[in-house]
């Protein structure tokens, strides 16, 4: 084998042969459809292989069993060098804009399945690969397809309709009635050009069909300094070894491994196993399951789903159940295709399957030569791969069967059900004594709690010769706290309870098999997601462009991976990489930064730090207050340092690991607790005050005290940050592509840093791949150092942050914490509220100062209370400066104030719903704010919310779940919401248009608005459609640029589309206006005889708009006085169903239903998935998403979706239903009587956490405790079932949690 001569890769991409010479295996699939090959549809996410955007379908010809295969992978986890002899089909070759689009493709076009887009070319091929593999799937292979795929804006529900619509199976299978139904009106988008022909499909390449060599003979690569063997036989395989006994085995490469071999971190021999027959094979007797450690998870559940029974109560208790229990929640779909039970096994865990084969006690059969034999190993929890023989590789495990009398279990507990690992798996083997029911023998085994599964030896000893009975149950509690106490484990009481939780989960379904009790209901109730969208269009008739559904207008480009986002652009020649260079110190002093290293290292260019800075290194949105490059202090981890400028980015993100920084710590401070201890608050707070708060508290018949806690929540857009600044040769002109919320800002900025005026810069932003508030001014940094890269070198630079950097470095929504103190009467009528609120601002006070006026007026919004008085600090902490983020401030407070009106209700004994009926502002009252509220739709969302919901019927119906349930337990609750659309100072509701007519009559529009999936410029296409009364498909919008409309203000707040909107209507008034002359001249001219005409008469077919809502602003010093806050209010009301698995803390949301006021909907699609996707993210910061800090480093836990957690298509409420408020009054009369969206349907989210509070105080008085008891935020499963109680907590309270988590 070894004499074998370095062949050239070859595969086949979207049907074209690709022959590599020297193939590199540090390189991806990802790397080069992307820079190779320009096939930039596939997008880079997060490099983790936990999104999905860069799914891709391979396919190769089996020939034993003379089939193609066709399975999805992640192509940022694929070594290119696996795919000889395979054909890779990526977005593009599945349908485009040219020559049609797939009916996967179409469909997510029809029923609006996309948003921002970045994650759309993943969903495609997702469900591309499960129609060619399934064509008659049902609902629950839907999600679970969909289970690899995230998404940041949708909310998912219309990308799974989308699919169900595109299902080959038709009305069958996941169309049937539980799939759900839709009531959409009025959508006119069914006239849609016609799918692809299925003709057009890519044709599998006849030669890997013909020429079986490609998979079956051993091939060897020489490339980029590495050897890459690809043996198909074992004896092959020891001939490699023989020679190179170092030599790393490399299988679906989906561990570290990967990272390993791009950082040269590995020997420069690879061995790629996946091809050897030996390895591949899976056989049984009587005895036993042999799987080869090549076949992956993917192949072993394909062999096992046939040896199900069909009935699925059958198969409890047994190896076939179990196992395939274990395999179904490893990772996702695209994990499991390529992921090996080998490489599992191999590595440091603790993974699924390793607590499982403990259980089972498996045997792993090794072989390290040719000449010597096979020997076996037990696996057990000291089994160690590194005391291995050298050049040891595992062939096979071997599973045994069990015996009469023995029963197995399995499971896992994730924090997201769907694409996680597990917080604890366990598995229980049990032997009974057939006469005398005794247990004779017991295994049970626990992973995750430390890094290698645990055999339990004790529980066994415990309960060996033992009846089944509820003391045995008692018993091993017991034994299962004092085996485990004595760990470090970091959350350990939390996962004592989940090792008892499984052990009584087990041992109840083993009772219920052997008929000794009935089961308990267990776990959570089996559902699958369905939905309604309901709303009117004012003119259903179709006679208006504007209020029509239409779909986004870039979807044909986004569905085929066609639209261009920053790093798709063409590489420029000269282009250079930059990777920064980051503090790895929360706060201290820099001694010295050495670059000679990095140097020194391949393609490394140049660097640039503070002194490369023409202008100023500083920067601030209200006063320069943040330095580009930290010097001479560092103060949070992330900061950046300097850059490293580099032919490749890979070649600069190594570089930058080898400049030395040294540091001289300083102290730090984290959190709000820490921040208040230590007085390290900004100068700056917010009071409202309205009446008197003493002689309030002093009237009130009672009065309580508490305190609310919200986490930080992570924006996790799937675009990454990302720029490239080309310097143009003459006059200090740069151009900018970017992914910034401001435009002008950053143009300002850069200005400032390279000392050139701003007529010289222009910033372009085509689209964005979402920002949810996060790309306003924490891109800064990064379009600043690209800038002053770019200038140094005076070449062009592209800056892409990898994804941990970015998670780790940028600003995130303010944690807060809020004190309260309420006074009421027993009626419920509130008095008096004092509140004290403490946001976590970071480091310097950026947007906090405008974050915390919005929180206290959100505070304020809902509730009349005569005697109020809150005031707003911000805490100065060394994390990440916190910025905006979706609601800007008011989901903190909707949660407070919910909160509190929760405690109060609880602590009154009354109806939830009647205490905020009885205290919820009316129509014409006037707010702390000196706000009146006119046409004020709250209590009409609200009653509408309560009747769509049944929410009566639904009380009564939760009662008796709870009642008839003890170990699952459900709550139910609404949420109001109020947003506030215009911003306080005034300054900021401005806006500009520009708006060209051709002379073939097509027209261009630009504002100063920034496309980040909101659906923005469809919205703009239909106004100007609307006034110019053209064709939508005349108008076009191509990007956003300084150049074309000036002076624009960031784009957030919801207010996008009014002022936006507003200059574009203005700027096609005028041309409107101009053209009247000659429309009355010529009452039958088309558009474009009057467009030909207005040329020859001298008419001016360009204009610009300028559009300044509102004469007065506000100032929050003078509050009743300060003016006007806002423009107008949006409102909404949701009512949310949710059940807890009170075992494990595990939650999912029935049901939600809500009830939204958007006035007069500008395109009602839009907006219902502006709802959806809002709700749907708002649930992540309630339940998922908990963001904590290493007090070590001051580092931020999380670095991706590998390990934070949004919400997946498995968390999405269950039957959610979506309604448009009837005859909306009170929209913006400027803009078709509309109202803003995409922040408030967010705030809609609190409902689930109330609920979920609902479901624990239930649980809890199963448990005998009565009362009400907080539950924080987010309301995480750990919380959840801590908060739960009962004998389980109780046993584990002595447990000593040593390494608690540190939420910011
Ligand atoms: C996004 C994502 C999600 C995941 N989710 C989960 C999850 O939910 N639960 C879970 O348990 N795991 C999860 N995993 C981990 C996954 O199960 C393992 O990474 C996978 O099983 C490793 O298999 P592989 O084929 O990729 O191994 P590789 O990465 O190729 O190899 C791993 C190691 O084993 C060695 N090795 C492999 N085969 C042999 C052999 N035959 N003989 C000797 N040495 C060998 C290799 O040299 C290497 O050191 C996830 C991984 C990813 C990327
Ligand atoms: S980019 Fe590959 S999985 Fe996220
Ligand atoms: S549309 Fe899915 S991430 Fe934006």
Same mark, same amino acid.
């Given at each position: 084998m070894d004499n074998l001569e370095g062949a050239p890769l070859v595969f086949f991409v979207n049907g074209k042969k690709v022959s590599i010479e020297k193939p590199d295996p540090r390189d991806t699939l990802i790397k080069y459809l992307r820079r190779n090959l320009y096939l930039t549809g596939t997008k880079e996410a997060c490099s983790q292989g936990a999104c999905g955007a860069c799914t891709v379908m391979i396919s190769y010809y089996n020939h034993q069993q003379k089939k193609i295969a066709h399975y999805s992978c992640n192509a940022c986890m694929t070594i290119l060098c696996t795919l000889h002899g395979t054909a890779v089909t990526t977005v593009e070759g599945v349908g485009s804009s040219r020559n049609g689009l797939h009916t996967v493709q179409s469909n997510l076009m029809k029923y609006h399945g996309l948003q921002c887009g970045f994650c759309t070319p993943g969903m495609v091929m997702t469900m591309y690969t499960l129609f060619r593999n399934n064509p008659s799937p049902t609902h629950d292979d839907l999600e679970r397809a969909l289970e690899g795929n995230l998404c940041r804006c949708t909310g998912y529900r219309p990308i799974l309709e989308a699919f169900k619509k595109s299902c080959p199976c038709g009305e069958s299978k996941c169309m049937s009635k539980d799939g759900g139904a839709e009531e959409v009106k009025a959508d006119k988008s069914n006239d849609l050009k016609p799918s692809k022909d299925e003709s057009q499909e890519v044709i599998f390449p006849n030669e890997l069909q013909t020429d079986s060599s490609y998979r079956q003979k051993s091939v060897k690569f020489i490339g980029g300094g590495y050897t890459w063997y690809r043996p198909t036989s074992l004896k092959d395989l020891f001939q490699i070894r023989a020679n190179y006994s170092d030599a790393v085995i490399v299988m679906g490469a989906q561990t570290v491994l990967g990272a390993n071999i791009r950082n040269r971190r590995t020997t420069p021999v690879l061995v790629s196993c996946t091809a050897v027959s030996e390895l591949k094979e899976i056989k049984q007797d009587e005895k036993e399951f042999v799987f080869g450690s090549a076949v992956t998870f993917a192949e072993m559940e394909q062999f096992m789903l046939p040896l199900k029974t069909k009935d699925e109560k059958d198969d409890e208790g047994t190896l076939v159940a179990a196992l395939l229990e274990g395999l179904r929640w490893i990772a996702a779909d695209q994990v499991r295709n390529v992921a090996t039970i080998g490489g599992h096994l191999m590595t440091t865990g603790p993974h699924d399957l390793q607590t499982f084969m403990l259980t089972c006690e498996a045997t792993l059969t090794f072989q390290y030569s040719a000449d010597k034999e096979p020997f076996t190993v037990k696996y057990s929890q000291d089994f160690d791969p590194a005391s291995l023989p050298a050049g040891s590789v595992l062939i096979s495990v071997r599973i045994p069967k069990l015996l009469k009398n023995e029963f197995i279990f399995f499971g896992k507990q994730p924090y997201r059900r769907g694409m996680d690992y597990a917080i604890v798996n366990a598995g229980l083997l049990v032997k009974m004594d057939e006469k005398t029911s005794q247990i004779t023998d017991l295994r049970f085994c626990v992973g995750n709690i430390e890094n290698k599964p645990q055999y339990l030896e004790k529980v066994g000893e415990s309960a060996r010769e033992s009846l089944c009975t509820d003391k045995l149950l008692e018993n091993v509690g017991q034994v299962i706290v004092e085996e485990l106490q004595n760990s470090k484990a970091e959350q350990l009481r939390y996962k004592i309870t989940l090792a008892s939780a499984f052990f009584f989960k087990f041992y109840k379904r083993l009772c219920k098999l052997l008929k000794l009790s009935d089961e308990a209901a267990f776990g959570l109730t089996p559902t699958t997601s369905k939905g309604t969208q309901i709303y009117d269009v004012p003119t259903a008739d179709g006679s208006t462009i504007i209020w029509q559904p239409v779909p986004h207008m870039a979807a044909k480009s986004i569905t085929t991976g066609e639209a261009v986002?920053?790093?798709?652009?063409?590489?420029?020649?000269?282009?250079?990489?930059?990777?920064?260079?980051?503090?790895?110190?929360?706060?201290?002093?820099?001694?010295?930064?050495?670059?000679?290293?990095?140097?020194?290292?391949?393609?490394?260019?140049?660097?640039?730090?503070?002194?490369?800075?023409? $202008?100023?290194?500083?920067?601030?949105?209200?006063?320069?207050?943040?330095?580009?490059?930290?010097?001479?202090?560092?103060?949070?981890?992330?900061?950046?340092?300097?850059?490293?400028?580099?032919?490749?980015? =890979?070649?600069?993100?190594?570089?930058?690991?080898?400049?030395?920084?040294?540091?001289?710590?300083?102290?730090?401070?984290?959190?709000?607790?820490?921040?208040?201890?230590?007085?390290?608050?900004?100068?700056?707070?917010?009071?409202?005050?309205?009446?008197?708060?003493?002689?309030?508290?002093?009237?009130?018949?009672?009065?309580?005290? $508490?305190?609310?806690?919200?986490?930080?929540?992570?924006?996790?857009?799937?675009?990454?940050?990302?720029?490239?600044?080309?310097?143009?040769?003459?006059?200090?002109?740069? =151009?900018?592509?970017?992914?910034?919320?401001?435009?002008?800002?950053?143009?300002?900025?850069?200005?400032?840093?390279?000392?050139?005026?701003?007529?010289?810069?222009?910033?372009?932003?085509?689209?964005?791949?979402?920002?949810? $508030?996060?790309?306003?001014?924490?891109?800064?940094?990064?379009?600043?150092?690209?800038?002053? &890269?770019?200038?140094?070198?005076?070449?062009?630079?592209?800056?892409?942050?990898?994804?941990?950097?970015?998670?780790?470095?940028?600003?995130?929504?303010?944690?807060?914490?809020?004190?309260?103190?309420?006074?009421?009467?027993?009626?419920?009528?509130?008095?008096?509220?004092?509140?004290?609120?403490?946001?976590?601002?970071?480091?310097?006070? &950026?947007?906090?100062?405008?974050?915390?006026?919005?929180?206290?007026?959100?505070? &304020?919004?809902?509730?009349?209370?005569?005697?109020?008085?809150?005031?707003?600090?911000?805490?100065?902490?060394?994390?990440?400066?916190?910025?905006?983020?979706?609601?800007?401030?008011?989901?903190?407070?909707?949660?407070?104030?919910?909160?509190?009106?929760?405690?109060?209700?609880?602590?009154?004994?009354?109806?939830?719903?009647?205490?905020?009926?009885?205290?919820?502002?009316?129509?014409?009252?006037?707010?702390?704010?000196?706000?009146?509220?006119?046409?004020?739709?709250?209590?009409?969302?609200?009653?509408?919310?309560?009747?769509?919901?049944?929410? =009566?019927?639904? =009380?009564?119906?939760?009662?008796t779940f709870n009642k008839e349930n003890t170990c699952r337990k459900r709550g139910l609750a609404m949420s109001p919401c109020i947003f506030y659309f215009g911003y306080p100072p005034l300054l900021a509701n401005q806006a500009g248009a520009l708006v060209n007519v051709y002379l073939d009559g097509s027209v261009l529009i630009s504002h100063g608005g920034i496309e980040m999936g909101q659906g923005l410029h469809t919205k703009m296409c239909q106004i100007a459609s609307t006034v110019l009364g053209v064709p939508l498909d005349l108008v076009h919008l191509c990007e956003t640029n300084t150049y074309s409309v000036p002076n624009t203000v960031e784009s957030g707040g919801s207010f996008v589309a009014d002022i936006n909107g507003g200059a574009v209507k203005i700027a096609c008034e005028t041309i409107k206006e101009r053209l009247k002359v000659l429309e009355q001249a010529m009452p039958q001219a088309s558009w474009n005889e009057l467009i030909q005409a207005a040329f020859f008469s001298r008419i001016s077919l360009s204009a610009t708009g300028y559009y300044k809502p509102r004469d007065k602003g506000y100032d929050f010093s003078k509050q009743e006085e300060g003016g006007e806050y806002c423009q107008y209010h949006g409102y909404g009301a949701a009512c949310s169903l949710v059940e807890v698995d009170v075992l494990t803390g595990e939650h999912q949301i029935l049901k939600t239903d809500i009830v939204y006021d958007v006035g007069k909907s500008l395109n009602p699609a839009i907006d219902v998935g502006q709802i959806e996707g809002g709700f749907v993210q708002g649930c992540g910061m309630m339940t998922s998403e908990q963001l904590t800090v290493n007090p070590d480093v001051g580092s931020i836990d999380a670095f991706g979706p590998i390990n934070y957690k949004i919400p997946g298509i498995r968390n999405i409420p269950k039957d959610f239903n979506v309604s448009l408020l009837k005859e909306a009054a009170g929209g913006h009369k400027d803009l078709y009587s509309s109202k803003g969206i995409g922040e408030p349907p967010f705030l809609l989210a609190v409902s689930v956490h109330l609920a979920l509070r609902e479901a624990v105080l239930a649980a809890r008085e199963a448990n005998g405790l009565s009362g009400n008891c907080r539950l924080e935020c987010p309301a995480t499963p750990e919380r959840i079932r801590m908060a739960c109680a009962g004998p389980i907590v109780d046993r584990c309270i002595g447990v000593q949690d040593e390494k608690k988590k540190i939420q910011v």
């Open positions: 986002y920053v790093d798709d652009i063409p590489e420029y020649k000269t282009e250079l990489a930059l990777a920064l260079v980051p503090s790895t110190r929360a706060r201290a002093k820099i001694l010295s930064v050495d670059f000679s290293n990095a140097l020194k290292a391949p393609g490394v260019v140049d660097f640039v730090d503070h002194t490369d800075v023409p $202008g100023k290194n500083l920067y601030g949105l209200l006063f320069p207050e943040s330095q580009l490059f930290a010097h001479p202090e560092v103060f949070f981890y992330g900061q950046p340092i300097a850059g490293i400028l580099a032919n490749t980015r =890979e070649e600069a993100r190594a570089a930058v690991k080898l400049v030395k920084v040294e540091y001289e710590d300083l102290p730090a401070v984290f959190t709000i607790d820490d921040a208040i201890e230590k007085a390290s608050l900004f100068d700056f707070s917010n009071s409202t005050v309205r009446g008197n708060l003493e002689q309030g508290m002093k009237e009130s018949e009672v009065t309580l005290e $508490g305190v609310v806690e919200t986490g930080a929540q992570e924006h996790l857009y799937l675009e990454p940050c990302s720029t490239l600044v080309v310097p143009k040769k003459e006059d200090k002109e740069m =151009e900018v592509f970017t992914g910034t919320q401001d435009a002008t800002g950053t143009q300002k900025h850069i200005g400032e840093f390279l000392g050139i005026p701003c007529n010289r810069v222009n910033v372009r932003v085509k689209r964005i791949g979402g920002a949810f $508030g996060g790309k306003v001014i924490d891109i800064v940094p990064q379009t600043g150092i690209a800038s002053v &890269a770019a200038w140094k070198v005076n070449r062009p630079v592209r800056c892409v942050f990898p994804r941990d950097y970015d998670v780790r470095s940028t600003g995130k929504r303010h944690g807060t914490k809020a004190f309260y103190k309420v006074g009421f009467n027993k009626d419920g009528k509130i008095n008096a509220l004092s509140l004290k609120f403490y946001a976590n601002a970071g480091v310097v006070q &950026a947007l906090s100062p405008f974050v915390i006026d919005q929180m206290m007026t959100g505070l &304020a919004s809902i509730y009349d209370i005569p005697h109020y008085h809150s005031t707003g600090h911000l805490c100065k902490t060394n994390i990440p400066s916190s910025t905006a983020m979706r609601g800007f401030g008011l989901p903190q407070a909707h949660f407070v104030i919910q909160t509190m009106m929760f405690d109060i209700a609880k602590h009154l004994n009354m109806s939830f719903n009647k205490l905020r009926e009885l205290n919820t502002y009316k129509e014409g009252d006037t707010d702390p704010y000196g706000k009146v509220l006119t046409d004020f739709n709250l209590p009409r969302c609200w009653d509408d919310c309560k009747s769509q919901s049944k929410f =009566e019927t639904m =009380e009564k119906e939760v009662a």
